[in-house]
């Protein structure tokens, strides 16, 4: 059965929306199909499909994006839209697609890949980790944040893309793995998916510090994204939130997982929810290691560690690398051979090792090397796992985009 892995064109897109609206269950109207379409043509994007016999069995999207990562930005690959025709699924199509789509993400400089999992365990198999959770509140009205004084003021915006991603971007940047958002992604994601209210908080210097998007709809407040830079907004947007009280019966929404409103309220018995959102891959572990933002060594601790790699699917990963982190807190990296691992009179060296998605979870902090470490997920002596500890800095992982 003659399998073919080439990239898409314009003149697959029905071919293609086809295959999504079934393998998703959904159905688009005609506008939005063409809506659709016009997106397909001009999304940074590349595209792949599956061919059996010369038909079309399956697609992969890959999305050009950016992230933020202890305060970094990152090219990332973000993998959308997997789908394959019943008659042609567990057939290896998808493994097919993916390894293509990481040999493209090297070669275009994309060392992260992000993604939604169907199932978390499917991709867990081709080096994808779960990076981030978020934590969902469900708060019955009366026990939402009761009225509270602030020194600034709250403004609904019909529309303000500028303001509200210079807010944004100040705030992606605290966490691991949140999106660097262009104009096109507020218009085509953001405001399509996200319909509603927008509410800015003003402190009392007129400074913009916090926003929120939310809706009200059936007696039930959906808060879709709550963005603060200060403890001063987060308090007057919750404040002001609390004041749809006697229009709902409840509110949702999606906060990281160290957030801690409950605490603050006067009644704290809320549901709060832990789930599992995305899924992260390094694809290049030698550029990604390189531009990563390590805790500088203090005089007289050690600088340097030997990581073991391993990585099925992404081979050019597998290997040794020698970490020599500087004092600004970058790493010189060098791959050497697994049998050169230690010069002739020095001690043996620190060293660990892992496989890419342990890696990849670690470096986004979201386990710590002592708890992979104690899961048998990275292997490596008392000081090795002590040394990771004290050089990934803790920074906590949140995603509010999705894709």
């Given at each position: ?8 064109e314009?003149?697959?897109f029905?071919?293609g929306m086809e295959l999504?609206?079934f393998?998703?269950?959904?159905t688009?109207?005609?506008e939005e199909?063409?809506k ?5 043509k001009?999304?940074p994007?590349?595209r792949?499909?599956a061919f059996v ?13 950016h ?8 090219a990332v690959?973000?993998?959308?839209g997997?789908?394959?025709?019943p008659?042609?699924?567990?057939q290896?199509?998808v493994?097919?697609?993916?390894r ?6 090297k070669?275009?400089?994309q060392?992260?890949s ?6 978390i365990?499917?991709y867990r198999?081709?080096g ?9 509140y469900?708060?019955?009205a ?7 004084d602030y020194?600034g003021?709250?403004?609904r915006?019909?529309?303000n893309i500028?303001?509200l991603n210079?807010?944004?971007?100040a705030?992606?940047r605290?966490?691991n793995?949140?999106?660097e958002?262009?104009?096109?992604w507020w218009?085509d994601r ?5 319909p509603?209210?927008?509410?800015v908080y ?5 400074a913009p510090?916090g926003y929120?998007l939310?809706d009200v709809?059936?007696?039930?407040l959906k808060i879709h994204?709550?963005?603060?830079l200060?403890e001063e907004?987060a308090r007057?947007l919750?404040?002001?939130?609390g004041q749809?009280?006697s ?9 990281p ?6 605490f603050?309220?006067p009644?704290?018995?809320i549901?709060?929810?832990i ?5 992260a891959?390094?694809v ?5 290691l390189?531009?990563?933002?390590f805790t500088?060594?203090q ?7 030997l990581i ?5 699917h992404a081979p050019?990963n597998?290997g040794?690398?020698k ?8 790493a ?13 009179g020095?001690?043996e060296p620190?060293?660990i090792?892992?496989?890419i998605g342990s890696?990849t979870a670690?470096?986004?902090?979201y386990?710590r090397?002592s708890e992979?470490?104690?899961h ?5 002596d008392e000081s090795s796992i002590?040394f990771?500890?004290?050089r ?12």
């Open positions: 059965m003659p399998i073919e892995i080439r990239e898409l314009a003149s697959h029905d071919e999504s609206q393998a998703f269950q959904f688009m109207t005609p199909k063409e659709a379409r016009e997106r397909y001009h999304e994007a590349v792949w499909g016999d010369g038909k079309y069995a399956a697609n992969l999207t890959l999305l050009t994006l992230t933020y990562v202890g305060g970094k930005r990152f690959g973000g993998v959308a997997v789908a394959t025709w008659e042609y699924r567990r290896g199509l493994a097919e697609l993916l293509t789509s990481l040999l493209h993400m070669e275009q400089g060392t992260l992000y993604l939604a999992p169907f199932a365990g499917f198999k081709f994808w980790e779960l990076y981030t959770d978020n934590k969902r469900k708060i019955e009366a026990l939402m944040p009761k009225r509270e020194a003021r709250i403004e915006l019909s529309d500028p303001l210079e807010l944004y971007n705030y992606a605290r966490y793995g949140m999106l958002r262009t104009e096109a218009t953001v405001k399509r998916r996200k509603g209210q927008t509410a003003y402190g009392g210097d007129q510090q929120v939310y709809k059936q007696k039930e994204e709550f963005v603060t200060t907004a007057a919750w404040s002001y939130l749809h009280d229009m709902i019966e409840r509110a949702e929404a999606v906060v997982v160290d957030d801690r409103l409950a603050l309220l009644n704290p018995r549901k709060q929810e789930e599992p959102y995305f899924m891959r390094i290049d572990a030698e550029a990604f390189s531009q990563y933002a500088e060594a005089e007289g601790e050690p600088s340097s560690i073991e790699l391993t990585d099925e050019w597998a040794v690398y970490l020599d982190i500087q004092t600004d807190g970058t010189k990296v060098v791959k050497i051979p697994k049998a050169d691992t230690t010069a002739s020095e001690k620190l060293r090792h892992t496989d890696l670690m470096l986004h902090s386990m090397p992979l470490n104690r048998g997920r990275v292997a490596g002590r990771l500890e004290a990934i800095p803790v920074k906590t992982p949140f995603l509010i985009d999705f894709f």
